[in-house]
């Protein structure tokens, strides 16, 4: 007996959680799982969503993303799936997510300051991001910590001044107060602020902050270590150590205390913004009643019986037990190099479940060219679907009936160069979830 | 041997053979022949995603987290001239982190390790501590003495003079309850219920109940047979030891290996005849599934792991549960549940199943309380230092239980249901006494023995 679904989602990150949310909304009758190995990349990444920031030419910052899909090369996610089909899947995003982002109101790009201090093209952005942006006149103040080396405060402003955006801007590092170990994970500043810990009089003390007397909640504390180094700035960035659970409602006691409006600037690995998005995608697929089994690989699959070109069941791997999973139709999102849904080794590039085909030069030595931030071949490497998002073998047929595959699993694009890894995402996952379920019926 | 290592020579005859067409991929490591963790550490590139995932980091100043437990200690290691490092015996071996990391880095393994190296060369034998750890890791060699004078032991347990004690000369917090032994162990009714009422050599389960089901909370482990019969399995109840789960978790592996022994020539024994394990307890079948491979190099362990499965995972597989469940009821007492799904059965990809599987019985609604890891972790709630972040971690497990709208918990860990009861004062029942309702009905629990 196999577990029986309609839709079956391999993987766990924005593309397979989009796939499975558009499968569960485009029919309602439709059961749909969703299988995850490991966490997914989103804690990786920095919750924004681009879509296109950068040509594949390199021409950019863009300030329209769409004019320059138009000119994308046969064989780009985007050119695959068409344009009309971008904006119904940002428009899914947009209802997904509700006012947790913001951006959905124009096509052109919005402009966030990172914590390096440069500035990033990017078509959605967290609502914590919000008041950050760099096309805001406002002066900015920065504030790190000295347990937070990720970001460096003052060289982040520094950063953003030379790069030209039209406000003044200026960093400062200061003891987090409550904080004491050198590596104190993000999620335990969230935490701290979440539950809003008091915060007792040494570390106050150590932190040079002065109150009445006792301890104090750690949002307050906060408040109070930011308050004296403030001077006429209208707008205070934090590194996003804002909150998990509650990150509105600490952002807004921070901007209450203070009086001025506060950001949060998106981090490095591992990130609070790509975690809260995680949840948010996890919340609304619990909502749609899609099934999430995590933690386990799909190792395996069979084809129904004559040599068919459709997939009969995959196999699900627990611990050595081996859990047979069937349905209708299977989206592949299992992530690229990065989230290993497709892994390297000397002689070639491999999917790593279904073995489909990875279209790329016999000779290793053609994969990469010397200069590192050039243009790697490599970095578009991965699988070649057709219109349907099906993957096609060496001979350009699809490699079965009812696989397609989403997200950075699909070759023909360098996400990292062209700042398309989210909208790639969403765009596909949205496309290969609505055709799965409409074909499973 | 890394590349950093090898002689200047060394490299500069591999550069020459791969221009003469003859270059192979450097073997970097060495086939290990003792524990030696160094390649999972390599594999490590530091994304920090299992911190971020370590329910004790989130609360615990003085916490390092896992990436620091497993791949750098073990760099640090390397040189000799370090000891593992203290913090190791506060993590609470929720093992959340190994089903996070995205390179496959055996952190769990690790840390297992770690500890077991760190209670072997660095904890004094007369201290305090090691001897409470070896109390608590050792359960299993108590109980039945508790067992065999329950109402005795019920009350002495319970009265405050001995969580005082407790407390004052082992270091086991006197917040929490002892649990209730019950008046008959599962082992005693199922002695004088003459076994099996099934006979099938075609359908059979071994049952690994573990020393939770056995001692303290016999009608979870009743509600797996009759679930079983009611699907035509023969059971048998092999001898059976501890799982080993306490003993990893306060690096007493040497009393775990001795279990692991008795358990897994047992259990190859029962497969050998035709069975399959199952057990009730998602520690206990984590412990078999992962722990034991992981661990130890003990005959059979590969198949008797590759055969264990969760009790309900088993049925859903080989029976169909589903349909079975199409249709049936329970009655009142199972009305409205917050279940929490233990940290060991999210590792175990089994995190959904209980919201699936009673999703088609009638008069039961189950609410999930999210992700949050109940806090207690075996023994390491019961220790005086954790108690504080243990109740930190459960906090938000308490919190989402309230706000859930039900009255009762529903788990399938013993000692997260103690920390779900600590915490909301909550009766908690276990997913099969539910199946038991819905698929045997509620008669069943006043079978005759």
Partial sequence: ?441 | MSDAERSTDERESSERSRDAGEFEPIQVFPEAEEMDLRPGADDCYKCSTCDTNCPVAEVDDEFPGPKFQGPEQWRLKRKDDHDVDESVMKCSNCMRCDSTCPSEVPLSQMHNTARGEYVEQNMSKFSREYLRNRILANYRRLAPLAAAFPRTANVVMGLSITRWLGEKTLGITSEREFPEFATETFREWWAKRNGSNVSNPDKRVAYFHGCYANYNTPEVAKALVRVYERFGYEIVVPEQHCSGTPMFANGMLEDARRSAETNVRELASAIDDGADVVASCSSCSMSIRQEYPELFDVDGTGDVAANTWDAVEYLRVHEDLESALEGTSVGPEFDEFAYHAPCHARNQGLDGQTLEVLDVVEGVDVTDVGDSCSGISGTYGWKEENYETSMKIGEEMFEHMSEAGAAAGLTECPTCSMQMEHGTGYEITHTLEVLEAALVGPNAATEST
């Fill in chain 1, 1 to 441: 007996m196999a577990i029986e679904d309609d839709v079956l989602v391999i993987g766990g990150g924005l593309a397979g959680a989009i796939a499975a949310l558009s499968a569960a909304d485009a029919d309602r009758g439709a059961r749909v799982r969703l299988v995850t190995y490991k966490q997914s990349t989103l804690r990786h990444a920095s919750g924004l969503i681009d879509v296109l920031g950068y040509a594949p030419d390199g021409e950019g910052p863009l300030a329209d993303p769409f004019p320059a899909l138009e000119g994308l090369p046969r064989g780009h996610p985007y050119e695959r799936v068409g344009i009309d089909a971008v904006r119904e899947a940002l428009d899914f995003f947009d209802g997904v997510v509700g006012d947790a982002y913001a951006g959905g109101h124009t096509d052109r790009n919005a402009l966030v300051p990172t914590h390096g201090g440069t500035v990033k093209p990017t078509a959605r952005y967290p609502t914590s991001a919000a008041a950050g942006l760099a096309s805001d006149d406002r002066d900015g103040l920065l504030v790190g910590f000295e347990t937070l080396p990720d970001f460096d405060a003052p060289l982040a402003a520094a950063h953003l001044e030379a790069a030209g955006v039209p406000f003044d801007c200026r960093g400062v590092t200061l003891r987090f107060p409550g904080i004491v170990r050198d590596d104190a994970k993000v999620t335990r500043y969230a935490h701290l602020l979440d539950r809003n810990e008091r915060v007792g009089a040494d570390a106050l003390e150590e932190a040079a902050i002065t109150t009445d007397g006792g301890e104090i909640g750690s949002r307050d504390a906060l408040a109070a270590a930011v308050r004296d180094r403030l001077a006429d700035e209208t707008r205070v960035g934090f590194p996003a150590i804002l909150g998990d659970e509650r990150a509105d409602e600490v952002r807004a006691d921070l901007a209450d205390a203070l009086g001025v409006d506060v950001f949060e600037v998106p981090m490095g690995p591992p990130s609070l913004p790509g975690i809260r998005l995680e949840e948010m995608l996890y919340d609304a697929l619990e909502a749609a009643g899609v099934r999430v089994t995590s933690g386990v690989p799909v190792v395996d699959y069979e084809t129904s019986a004559g040599g068919s070109d459709r997939i009969a069941r995959v196999v699900v791997d627990r611990h050595g037990a081996e859990i047979p999973h069937r349905a209708e139709q299977y989206v592949l999102a299992t992530g690229g190099l990065v989230g290993k849904g497709i892994e390297a080794d000397r002689e070639r590039f491999v999917e790593q479940i279904f073995d489909c085909h990875v279209p790329h030069a016999d000779d290793r030595y053609d994969w990469f060219v010397d200069d590192v931030f050039g243009e790697q071949p490599y970095a578009r490497f991965g699988l070649a679907p057709d219109h349907e998002l099906r993957p096609l073998d060496a001979n350009g047929d699809p490699e079965f009936a009812n696989l397609r595959a989403a997200g950075a699993v699909l070759g023909g694009y360098d996400y990292a160069a062209e700042k398309s890894g989210a909208g790639v995402s969403i765009a596909t996952g949205y496309v290969t979830g609505t055709r799965a379920a409409e074909e499973s019926g």
